[in-house]
Nanobody
Framework: QVQLVESGGGLVQPGGSLRLSCAAS????????MAWYRRGPGKQRELVAS???????NYADTVKGRFTISRDNANKMVYLQMNSLKPEDTAVYYC????????????WGQGTQVTVST
């Protein structure tokens, strides 16, 4: 498993932007598929975006066109650029990782709170 630490959450007004970062431990990071999940108030955890080691991305329909996931394999980092934020984006955001052979994400960070409000 990979150790993950998220940062970059906070309070932002609707329409604003935030960039989340996730730092990984000393593993063969480029092999890992990475993702951002979120859990909103009273909601189940949902996949926001994922990116393979080769850079193939996938997004939830609710964030397409607003969020961008990216990674820096050399520095073992993954990012989530969030633009045009809406109140319904309010959630704890978690960074997840897995090797391609795994069926589910099995490495998680502690989460970072994102609040979109006036």
């Amino acid at each position: 498993q990979v150790q993950l630490v998220e940062s970059g959450g906070g309070l932002v007004q609707p329409g604003g932007s935030l960039r989340l970062s996730c730092a990984a431990s000393e593993v063969p990071f480029s092999l890992y598929t990475m993702a951002w999940y979120r859990r909103g108030p009273g909601k189940q955890r949902e996949l926001v975006a994922s990116i393979t080691g080769g850079g193939t991305t996938n997004y939830a329909d609710t964030v397409k066109g607003r969020f961008t996931i990216s990674r820096d394999n050399a520095n073992k980092m993954v990012y989530l650029q969030m633009n045009s934020l809406k109140p319904e984006d309010t959630a704890v955001y978690y960074c997840g990782g897995k090797l391609p052979v795994a069926t589910t994400f099995d490495s998680w960070g502690q989460g970072t709170q994102v609040t979109v409000s006036t």
